[in-house]
Structure formats: C-alpha cells, structure tokens
C-alpha cells in the first residue's frame, strides 16, 4: 500500500525550532522526488521544499530557516524548520512523485502553529 505519514507538528513560540518526518512505504523511496507543501485555510496549498537525489529548493518565504533532507535507509523525508514565525502556521503536507514521476501520493498532513 503507497502511503506518508507525517508527524512531528504542534505548537512552538515564535523563533523556535520544530523536525517534520514524513515516512512512506509501497513505493521505491529512494528514487522519489520527495516535498513539503503547506496550507493555510482559504489559502492554496503551496510548494515549501523539495528534494530529489541530492538537489534541493525552497520556497523564498523559508530560504535560510527550513532545511529538507532524506534518509533512503529509513524511507523517510525531513523538513527541520528554525527561526520560525507566526505566519508559518499551516498545515503541513509531504508528497512523493515516483515510477519515474507519472504518480503521486499525499499525507495526511500535520498542523503546525507559530504563536506565544
């Protein structure tokens, strides 16, 4: 069964630090392009990190505080997120592009709120 599950949400004051993890199964993990999206409701979810084999990118809004990374052994992507700010408050969702990027698979995302 192909499948991400995130964790590693909740509730941490402005400047303060949190680790995502995103664990996936049913699929060759390691030839995935793996990524962070978020939503705020009302709002379309946009594009936070992405990685592939060893590139990554980032949305503008998180360049220099949020960092992706992958473990291929462990099957499972993280997004370590510092410095963080009231308005990162989303929802936090992982996705995976595999089979050579003609399918994809959606977590159930975590909420994070930035707030004191």
């Known amino acids: 069964q192909v499948q991400l599950v995130e964790s590693g949400g909740g509730l941490v004051q402005p400047g303060g630090s949190l680790r995502l993890s995103c664990a996936a199964s049913?699929?060759?993990?390691?030839?995935?392009?793996m990524s962070w999206h978020r939503q705020v409701p009302g709002k379309e979810r946009e594009l936070t990190a992405v990685?592939?084999?060893?590139?990554?990118n980032y949305a503008d809004s998180v360049k220099g505080r949020f960092t992706i990374s992958r473990d291929n052994a462990r099957s499972t992507v993280y997004l370590q997120m510092n410095s963080l700010k009231p308005e990162d408050t989303a929802v936090y969702y992982c996705?995976?592009?595999?089979?050579?990027?003609?399918?994809?698979?959606w977590g159930q995302g975590t909420l994070v709120t930035v707030s004191s």
């Open positions: 049913g699929f060759t993990f390691s030839r995935a392009v």
């Open positions: 996705k995976a592009r595999y089979d050579r990027g003609s399918l994809e698979v």
């Open positions: 990685i592939g084999s060893t590139d990554t």
